[in-house]
């Protein structure tokens, strides 16, 4: 995808949200959701394609910390950093170092399946930083990057290179290529269809007769 | 219960803390604690009568959205909505449609023992909001409305339509509606003795001394 | 340790964070954080010995409050109540009571394996509270003190009394005293390190050569 073209793509996503593009996803039947997953500093919405890595455990050796492996100098600007850290919260693999790397490269965000560290710090830069926890162990001598730009699979979601990734306050959703383009016209219809309810109900209409009016069984075939 | 009762018993209770009811509701051997039902903003503090919502799980139909069920419609001003999803984090029972006509309602918040989405907009909403999780997969298709104004079960605590509701950010209590007016009456009880002790103590008493002088064994009995 | 002694290793010990302690506790092969033990207000960073505190599980006698027992007109000021409740989310070992009296004493702060209650009070004292839950269910009549000033185990991690707590934004940590002032040496190397290769890297280097010219590998070596 050349650059325009993810451009173009932020900015039609980046004004729907994690609910509308999930309804989308759903009538597609496809898993999306990267449960447990969670942002760590409120008010980010973060899009743009997915750079996955991903670590395996290994034996800690004492005396030395072995390092976990480098990966950020080849991520594009304007892509989400995805790691796969098999959802480990006794070690991280994401902090300051990583963090102050990925906004000098232009980097959107970080999704981290697993634990992150240095949270005061990355809260102040307001980095966009989704953990499945914190705690400040390092990842050093614990964990190690064994592939890059590979498949990913994260709880009943799969994540290729070059997925799209959207993140906001309820979570992670991972949008296939593929189906890019049908799940951002499914949503934009999606929000105008609820959009067009809120709307109805804030006027006074029951909630029952607007969603029957509206469409809201299928708010993905939204036209008005 | 009518209107005018019910509006003084706000005015009792919200004045107290979910700790004092607590303790009230343990000197009657009541549980009364929602575990795992955390507050999704912070500093919220509601309280009145429940009105009960019972999920249950469906079998996910591919290519449409089965409505999860109405019952906004139907709750009353000022009372709170309890939704029992069998605390499901997999899927969502509230969101900002719900949000809105709760608002324009005047319902006073919701209790959900699952998932919310929406999040942003509900805070910015400063609608209280009380939840195991969040997540941004809809309910529909995954979840629905089997009943309403029926008793629940949410873990060792049960909820039956008009039982009293109080939340806060310890979390969220329930006080069955035949003990409400002792548990208010033993809860400030429990508050003027750890407000005495509170006084005693800032004033350079010994804890030890100031709990025994001040009855803090049977906070309830308080007479000063 | 005199008072004057505590002082200076605390302001030593403040300058850094719980990311530059945990990987000098690494070098030396000592398991440090007490995992799921986490901040309660943002952006707190404490120090200090620990003052610990043990309790355990009591059945419960309807119609009193047997009292959880007091520890608290005993801690020395400076120091760091550390409470051995056995992880228990079902009730609480810390609230409002104990933080007054706390605040009055010059205590630093609470960890508490274990929940806590009157969060929303605690918070607007920014009392510094380290804890496993938030909930508002009493420890009275449920647990109860057996022993002050004792080896404790939370986890894989051994806290005797006058070991010393560092905790912030990513959680808590124990440094054993007889290692105290290697680990403070070390963090400070590991600081420095850290520091070079974020100087390095926003100046434009890569990370990869970053971290091989200023030495990551080991860290708490550094000399400049």
Redesign the interface.
Known sequence: MQLAEIEQIKQQLIKL???A???AM??L?IP??L?GI?PRN??MKITGPAFTVRYEPII?E??????AG?Y??EVPSGHIVVVDNQGR??CTSW????T??AI?KGIEGSVIYGSA????EI?RLSYPLFTTG?????G??RAKVVETQCALRIGDVNVCPGDWIFA????V?VIPLQHLLTVIERAENVEKT?QA??EA??N?E???SA?EKLG????WEHNS
Chains 1, 2, 3 share one sequence.
């Open positions: 949200d994690s609910a593009i999930s309804d759903d009538s039947n999306a959701g449960s969670i409120s008010g800690p004492q005396g030395k910390f072995l390092n480098n950020i100098d919260t006794d902090g300051n170092i990583l102050y790397k000098q560290r240095d949270v005061s809260r914190i705690y400040m162990v390092s050093k001598n906001d306050d309820n979570g959703l609820e309810i809120i109900i804030t006074g029951d909630l029952v969603r809201y069984a299928v708010p």
